[in-house]
Antibody
Framework: QITLKESGPTLVKPTQTLTLTCTLS??????????VVWIRQPPGKALEFLAL???????HYSPSLRTRLTITKDTSKNQVILTMTNMDPVDTGTYFC??????????WGQGAQVTVSS | EIVLTQSPGTLSLSPGERATLSCRAS???????LAWYQQKPGQPPRLLVY???TRATGIPDRFSGSGSGTDFNLTISRLEPEDFAVYSC?????????FGGGTRVEIK
């Protein structure tokens, strides 16, 4: 059974760095043609792609957020980590990780709620 | 970056009626790599159809996807009570991956 679970702080202060971890089960970060993606959703708004880490270490980022994002893999723990610097209240929302087959997101975690406030 | 525009923003229908949702891309979606998701409050998106007419595992056949190039549709043949939700289209042909703004299907 494939599952993904996001973990990280629920509250961060403006200018701080957010670190979110996606723990995978039922598949490996090293499986061929598989990727792990981070997507966020501000309250009441649309889904927004953040970053994708592909099985062969090919990483992709949102062009508008590229300078603030880093996606990495911990193969020993079967986890994918997203860091986002210089957090702002507009970054408040639910952060999802997902498994991609090719680039199609076919499984999603339940999401992690992140609030940016002083 | 491919921009996906969904219409209408809200669709008010009754159970048993047919729903047709539209997704228009700002440029041709390569290999028709277009998917549709359903999302209910407090839940993650659920994959419905992809490529763009292949139903995901366990999805009822009242959901069907169609289209090619820049114009795609999701049709729900007969709305069930559990189908009232927000539907989003998604292109996975090019990086960055992009999503439409969503169509809310509400009970009339």
């Amino acid at each position: 059974q494939i599952t993904l679970k996001e973990s990280g702080p629920t509250l961060v202060k403006p200018t701080q760095t957010l670190t979110l971890t996606c723990t995978l089960s039922g598949f490996s970060v090293s499986d061929e043609y598989v990727g792990v993606v981070w997507i966020r959703q501000p309250p009441g708004k649309a889904l927004e792609f953040l970053a994708l880490s592909y099985w062969n270490d090919d990483n992709h980022y949102s062009p508008s957020l590229r300078t603030r994002l880093t996606i990495t893999k911990d193969t020993s723990k079967n986890q994918v980590i997203l860091t986002m610097t210089n957090m702002d209240p507009v970054d408040t929302g639910t952060y999802f990780c997902g498994k991609s087959a090719g680039w199609l997101v076919d499984y999603w975690g339940q999401g992690a709620q992140v609030t940016v406030s002083s | 970056e491919i921009v996906l525009t969904q219409s209408p923003g809200t669709l008010s229908l009754s159970p048993g009626e047919r729903a047709t949702l539209s997704c228009r891309a700002s440029q041709t979606v390569g290999k028709n790599y277009l998917a549709w998701y359903q999302q209910k409050p407090g839940q993650p998106p659920r994959l419905l159809v992809y490529n763009p007419s292949t139903r995901a595992t366990g999805i009822p056949d009242r959901f069907s996807g169609s289209g090619s190039g820049t114009d795609f549709n999701l049709t729900i043949s007969r709305l069930e009570p559990e189908d009232f939700a927000v539907y989003s289209c998604h292109q996975y042909a090019y990086s960055p991956l992009t999503f439409g703004g969503g169509t809310r299907v509400e009970i009339k």
